[in-house]
């Protein structure tokens, strides 16, 4: 495993003016005209963040899966000082510097790469997955754990059961039942991928547990990394 200090791109917003600004300028950039990779093809990479509140440490890690085996292939991950207060609707631009990092330490290729978090799925239709894909030019997803503040019906019990997750009459995501009669995820198009692509990768992602195991091998590395900076 390789390990990269975080260093934070020249520029990088340190006001909430300036990163709104810059989330406005970048979502015309989103790309939602292209299918994505197929399900079980090449490699797929999670990547998730864990902070040391008090040090105002961030660790990111990148998790690269074979998409057809779900085996490791390869993983890194990148240690930092937390670039950006914490304000609702603009996370990534706390964790964006420390999840490139993470990226770019990878040995190989990354493949699609599904986020813990949101993409279009978002306040200001342009979260972390949107984000991160449009500054990459790589395929994302976002993969959340609650639908944030969007409307939801329930899907059915069944596994592969959906909803649309929905901001008003705009539907943003979909909620999708990983595991028959577990709560759902909320899936949602980062960037070069359609929302029926996002759902399949979800879904073959997740063969045994409600989360992807992109999602659960990057967020126990990450635990993992961030443990060693304290030793």
Not at 24 to 29: F, K, P, V
Not at 171 to 199: N, Q
Request: aromatic share 4%; net charge negative; glycine share 10%.
């Amino acid at each position: 495993m390789t390990t990269t200090t975080v260093r934070v791109p020249a520029g990088w917003p340190a006001t909430e003016e300036r990163a709104r600004a810059v989330q406005d300028e970048l979502r015309e950039r989103v790309v939602l005209d292209e299918p994505g990779p197929p399900p079980g093809t090449g490699r797929v990479t999670g990547v998730d963040v864990a902070y040391d509140d008090e040090r105002d440490v961030v660790v990111a890690a990148a998790v690269v899966l074979d998409a057809a085996t779900l085996d490791v292939v390869a993983e890194s991950t990148a240690v930092g000082q937390v670039s950006f207060p914490y304000v609702p609707g603009l996370l990534a631009f706390r964790e964006l510097p420390a999840v490139m990092a993470a990226l770019e330490a990878l040995p190989c290729a990354p493949g699609l790469v599904v986020c813990d978090g949101y993409g279009l799925a978002h306040p200001r239709r342009f979260g972390l997955a949107s984000h991160l894909g449009v500054l990459t030019g790589l395929a994302t997803i976002g993969v959340a754990k609650n639908p944030f503040t969007f409307a939801h019906e329930e899907p059915g019990a069944p596994r592969g059961s959906s909803s649309p997750l929905l901001a008003g009459e705009e539907e943003v995501g979909r909620a999708l039942r990983t595991r028959a009669g577990v709560k759902p995820v909320f899936v949602s198009v980062g960037h070069r991928v359609t929302l029926e692509t996002a759902c399949a990768h979800t879904l073959h992602l997740a063969p045994h547990f409600r989360l992807p195991e992109t999602t659960r091998h990057a967020d126990a590395l990450c635990r993992r990394a961030l443990k060693a900076t304290k030793g």
